[in-house]
């Protein structure tokens, strides 16, 4: 079969890979730990489940909207101005079926042939191929580890040329953990304001922090930058609702305006029955969102302790998302490895820990750790892990 030249270009997502993997030696009837999940392993709070169900016997099973529910986007435009005092009309917002068609809408809205977009590494896995389905460029820009593998505005500055168009901003990141501060969004939306950069501020993780840290939107630093910003967010991580697919963009009305129209040639609209269980999502609460931030909480504290004490792993601890990432290179070449890669491919055959390799998300020395799982089950894996390294070390 002749396929197109657009798709013979593309990475297969590196997370489903592990994770399909995974899967099928647990078909096959081995004990395997899958950390590799890019999910909550909460079910979705039961007053949204409802919600949803009573919207489909009220009749709400036909086309909505292409860009999505006028009651959706005022539960949206309010949680903007609760959380983040953010204001932004109606003809401001789109909903998709999830952050990632949002994503890949945005991208085939804004570039042209050759357009450069600056992602930070690490990166999640879409940002590049959606930039390149698009016909862009993705330029890479590296979040040093020893700044907590976040990139200054010196170094976005020297990635500008004539053909930027766009920086992508994910704060709490994936794979990471780790946000920007308030003052670093002011240092670097300065930046891109100086340049005439869009920003494309990834914001899916906002609910997921711990600690005392705050979570800031650069759409807040100042008007002009809200103006310059997109944010993009939803409901699939703060309210254990991946399947669902329901996210959103905030932005320029134009923009969104261009948006709508592409996702009413190819999606039509979103579930009508996930768009009122999203309703139900953002204007009620039972307090469950917050019992699953705890819980993400306390098994980071754990888990972390544990991980950096294993020989020849170090990691930064993250501040939110439900990823650790942590830099395995020394423990992969006392082990014999010449790739953190080839590390995880045999610690997945031998001990039955899924973990996924760094190199997917642009860091080779890296591996991703979900603690979107138990704790005892994350405490197992880890001591599987420790015994690979002191069986082949
Ligand atoms: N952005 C980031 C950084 C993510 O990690 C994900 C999901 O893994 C998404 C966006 C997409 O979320 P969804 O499409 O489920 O709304």
Request: glycine share 6%; proline share 5%.
């Amino acid at each position: 079969m002749q396929l197109s030249k657009r798709v013979s270009t593309l990475t297969p997502s590196s997370t489903l890979a592990i994770t399909a993997k995974a899967k099928a030696l647990k078909a096959e009837g081995h004990d395997v730990i899958g950390l590799g999940a890019g999910e909550p392993d909460f079910n979705t709070p039961s007053y949204i489940i409802e919600a949803a169900a009573a919207s489909m016997r009220e009749g709400h099973t036909k086309y909505t909207p292409s860009g999505g529910l006028p009651e959706l986007k005022d539960a949206v435009t309010d949680k903007f101005k609760k959380d983040q005092d953010l204001d932004y009309y109606q003809d401001e917002i789109m909903v998709g079926t999830g952050a990632k068609h949002v994503l890949y809408t945005l991208f085939q809205a804004l570039l042209d042939e050759d357009d450069e977009v600056i992602i930070p590494t690490p990166y999640w896995v879409s940002y590049p191929e959606q930039v390149k389905l698009a016909g862009g460029k993705p330029v890479y820009v590296d979040g040093l580890e020893e700044n907590d593998f976040k990139i200054t505005p010196e170094q976005l500055q020297s990635a500008v040329n004539s053909k930027t168009k766009a920086v992508i901003i994910n704060s709490p990141s994936n794979p990471t953990g780790n946000m920007y501060s308030k003052e670093e969004l002011e240092k670097i939306g300065e930046t891109a304001l100086k340049n005439n950069l869009l920003v494309v501020s990834d914001e899916i993780y906002e609910k997921l922090i711990y600690g005392d840290v705050v979570h800031h939107s650069i759409a807040q630093v100042s008007q002009q930058l809200k103006d310059q910003t997109v944010v993009i967010n939803g409901v699939s991580k703060s309210h254990s609702m991946t399947g669902w697919r329901i996210g959103y963009a905030a932005g320029n009305a134009e923009l969104i305006k261009a948006m709508t129209s592409l996702a009413s040639h190819s999606t039509s609209n979103p579930t009508a029955s996930s768009q009122y269980g999203a309703i139900a999502a953002y204007t009620k609460e039972d307090g469950s969102v917050e019992k699953m931030r705890q819980a993400f909480e306390e098994r980071l504290d754990c888990v972390y302790e544990k991980l950096v004490q294993i020989p020849g792993v170090s990691c930064v601890k993250p501040k939110g998302a439900f990823y650790l990432f942590p830099n395995v290179k020394e423990a992969a070449s006392s082990c014999g490895f010449s790739s953190v890669d080839d590390w995880v491919k045999t610690l997945l055959e031998e001990e039955k820990v899924a973990v996924v390799p760094g190199s997917g998300f642009g860091s080779p020395d890296n591996i991703r750790l979900s603690y979107a799982t138990s704790l005892d089950l994350l405490e197992s894996a880890l001591e599987r892990m420790e015994r690979f390294i002191n069986n082949h070390s």
